[in-house]
């Protein structure tokens, strides 16, 4: 096998997957994801001396585009088709930011304030701080360019005035008209309406505050549910990332009540949830869409979960046990299995500097969809294009419940 040596042999053989992809909130259209893909995929195929290729993109007018991936060893050893879905919501996402900002920021501001008052922030800051900070960053950073913007009006105003009582007004709206446009240009690259949408959005969904997502949950949840009837797949296969980790369980759970049988005759089920935020939900009392999720998978035998956990993300809770956050279980559940990342492993030396990590958390959040640039357990496009299941693959790795943080 050309895949690495040290990958697990244990478990059934997949020569025909059917991967769901659920990425988090993003206005981007699912042609982005499959540039992604499709270029990740073949940098991944050269360190691991396989062949693979990704078909173009199909049908992305609707709400499952999809594109194939296939793969095989030159020697002939294996070979795998893996039909690729992606689950998107996209379109869900991008009015929030065709909508003029102004008339929404007292709306988003109010999403933070509250989450402060209520102690959110305080009870997720004792599971990880990092993460409590990254959830606070977007407040804190529109009300730093807000005072800048009053200050510079203030301080415009104040000039002109020593020159004329009459020129203090015009200057003052000028300069802070000024300091806007510029303060909105700043705000793009730092993500800050990205995050502050986000969290609106998500919160409106966990709270059943809203079912435009609940309803495209639902439409997900059957293109799963018949995959895995599908008795051509050999493993069906559903990955989400961000705020697709706590969307991704949720479809799941949705598919298992529609067929309870699900994963328990045909196509192994497997679960795989990366750069969560999920945690953010269990720590509000007013969230109930994931944890009920977790209360419906976390000792379900028929499906395996498996979710990926970093320090080095600023975007992902680590670490954390949902099943046992979530306050549904005495004991210990069988899912998910947590399982520790070290993402300076995957990639040359020195090319995840402590740095680099902080200042661009997004390049950091999607290294887990980009390929390896070392051999590791963890390998996205292995998982994807590789020839056994998500449980055999990390059969060796160890779980951060039986090793501790």
């Known amino acids: 096998m050309r895949e690495g040596a040290n990958e697990p042999v244990v478990g059934r053989d ?20 499959h540039a992604l893909f499709a270029e990740e995929l073949a940098a991944a195929a050269r360190l691991r001396g396989f062949a693979a290729q990704a078909t173009p993109l199909g049908g992305e007018d609707g709400p499952t585009p999809a594109f194939a991936i296939e793969a095989h060893d030159p020697l002939g050893a294996w070979d795998t088709r893996t039909d690729v879905t992606i689950l998107r919501w996209d379109d869900l996402a991008r009015p ?6 102004a008339p929404r920021l007292a709306k988003l501001m109010r999403v933070g304030a509250d989450l402060v008052r209520r102690g959110v922030v305080s009870r997720l800051a004792r599971i990880d701080r990092q993460f409590a900070a990254f959830v606070l960053y977007p407040y804190v950073g529109t009300l730093l360019l807000a005072l800048a913007v009053l200050a510079v009006a203030f301080g415009a105003g104040v000039l002109g005035w020593r020159i004329h009582p009459l020129v203090a007004a015009p200057v003052a709206l000028s300069a802070g008209a000024l300091a806007g446009w510029l303060a ?21 969904h966990e709270r059943g505050g809203t079912d435009v997502l609940a309803e495209r949950l639902d439409l997900f949840a059957e293109a799963v549910a018949a995959a895995a009837r599908d008795p051509a797949i050999d493993e069906v296969l559903l990955v989400g990332h961000s705020s697709g980790a ?3 369980p949720e479809t799941l759970a949705l598919a298992l009540a529609r067929d309870p049988d699900l994963g328990r005759r045909g196509p192994a089920v497997s679960l795989l949830t990366l750069g969560t935020v999920a945690p953010l939900m269990l720590v509000d009392e007013t969230c109930m869409r994931y944890r009920a999720a977790v209360g419906r998978l976390a000792n379900e035998p028929s499906v395996a979960w498996h979710e990926v956990q970093t320090r080095h993300d600023a975007m992902n809770v680590c670490p954390v046990d949902p099943a046992a956050l979530s306050g549904l279980f005495a004991a210990r559940t069988l899912w998910p299995r947590t399982l520790r990342l070290s993402m300076p492993q995957l990639v040359a030396p020195g090319r995840l500097g402590l740095l680099r990590e902080r200042l661009f958390f997004f390049r950091t959040h999607f290294r887990f969809l980009r390929a390896n640039e070392r051999v590791h357990w963890y390998d996205f496009y292995g998982i994807l294009a ?5 449980a055999a693959r990390h059969a060796q790795v160890p779980d951060m419940r039986d090793v501790g943080p």
């Open 14 to 33: 997949v020569r025909r997957r059917a991967a769901f992809y659920l990425p988090g909130y993003d206005p981007r259209r699912p042609r982005v994801y």
């Open 96 to 101: 929030a930011f065709r909508a003029p900002l």
């Open 184 to 204: 909105l240009r700043l705000e793009r690259p730092l993500f800050l309406r990205y995050l502050l949408e986000d969290w609106l959005f998500s919160f409106a």
């Open 246 to 248: 706590f969307l991704a």
């Open 386 to 390: 590789g020839r056994t299941t998500l």
